[in-house]
């Protein structure tokens, strides 16, 4: 079997339909002349040229034919999309490793625990708290300092510190 191998600039060339116009060039050239017809025939008096009717069709016309520029060989409506997205990207990120907040980690040495049967799962249960049992948890947990934080392997681990 033989094979060849294909220049990159071969492959990234543009197709040009007519006048060296891509489609979606052609496409946003052809939208404002839908526009023309929609505003001469559909605003009083149908089918005259009054001034108002021309200010409104270059109002919408130049936007339009704007975007289907080309800059350094690309459409003025491609950069706007690249710049849209690039300003559109999230700028935080979730468990960076690079957060200032991860700086004092907490290690906790977590001892493995003998394997468990579903009867014992179930003696660790405990029962639901009285309103008043819930008050002083309440109470206990405000004198406390929680730490919260997330290790590499994506537990999550909290730590209670006595003020």
């Known amino acids: 079997m033989k094979t060849s191998i294909v220049p990159a ?35 009083p008096p149908a089918m005259h040229v009054k001034l108002y009717k021309l200010i409104l069709l270059i109002c919408f016309s130049l936007p339009i034919i ?57 003696a660790v249960k405990g029962p639901l708290l009285e309103p008043a049992e819930q008050i002083a948890v309440n109470e206990y947990l405000s004198n406390q300092q929680i730490a919260i934080y997330a290790d590499n392997a994506g537990k999550l681990n909290v730590v209670l510190e006595s003020k």
């Open 9 to 43: 600039q071969v492959t990234s060339i543009e197709d040009t339909i007519a006048a060296n116009l891509s489609l979606t060039q052609i496409i946003l050239l052809i939208i404002p002349v839908f526009m023309a017809i929609l505003i001469f025939a559909g605003l």
């Open 66 to 122: 704007t975007l289907a520029l080309k800059v350094r060989g690309q459409l003025v409506l491609k950069w706007i999309i690249l710049l849209a997205a690039y300003q559109l990207r999230p700028r935080r990120y979730l468990f960076s490793l690079h957060s200032s907040c991860d700086c004092e980690k907490v290690k906790l040495e977590i001892q493995p625990s003998p394997s468990t049967s579903s009867a014992d799962i179930e």
